[in-house]
């Protein structure tokens, strides 16, 4: 089945330890991405790929990082979680050339107490 | 850099009936594409229907159509024959295409539609 995997589904963690939310598709995508939804604001993309060793910021960067060694696998890592951090992340990923519709992974609900 | 508006945080219809759920967009690319997502309870992000902004026809997925004004920058999706299931936020999104790739998606804030039995 074509999909987008994340792990873990949820988390609860403390403030400064650091942790990595995976994200792995099966469609020979391109393009991946990883956006955060925090009520009243909508979908805020974080970071994207375009392609393997590819990366850049979306629009609300600060505090992640991520890295794309394989074209399947595109994890998010928070170096030093904040509070601020908490909020439901999802994975997506896409056919680069003309924009398909993303296909996103089931959310990751963070919680950084 | 590219905004999608959504004005109406909620709306309420009666099952069966027809709703139309607003979304405006700047940009001043000419090559775009525009989506609507339903997100429901299970916060899955579903794609629910596509527009290319060159194609001047609307695009129609079963009980769900689109009004795109190209010039009013303007994307409303209507639903018929509203259905239970049909409750969700339902968000808007914008994606350029800038030669060689694609842009990321610009997401509007959500409408939360709720259906009356």
Redo the contacts between chains.
Sequence with gaps: EAQVTQNPRYLITVTGKKLTVTCSQNMNHE?M?W?RQDP??????IY?S?NVEVTDK?DVPEGYKVSRKEKRNFPLILESPSPNQTS?Y?C?S?L???????T?G??TRLTVV | AQT?TQSQPEMSVQEAETVTLSCTYDTSESD??L?W?KQPPS???I?VI?QEAYKQQNATENRFSVNFQKAAKSFSLKISDSQLGDAAMY?CAY???SGG??????????THLIIQP
């Excluded at chain 1, 009243?40 to 993309?45: C, K, M, S, V, W």
């Excluded at chain 1, 680069?96 to 993303?102: D, I, L």
Aim: net charge positive; no cysteine.
């Design positions: 393009y991405s956006y009243g604001l909508g979908l805020r993309q994207y375009m979306g439901l999802f997506a896409s680069s050339g003309r924009p398909y519709g993303y996103f089931s959310g | 999608v775009y594409y989506f997502y916060r899955q992000m794609l596509r968000f994606r350029g295409y790739g694609a842009d990321g998606l610009t997401f509007g804030k959500g």
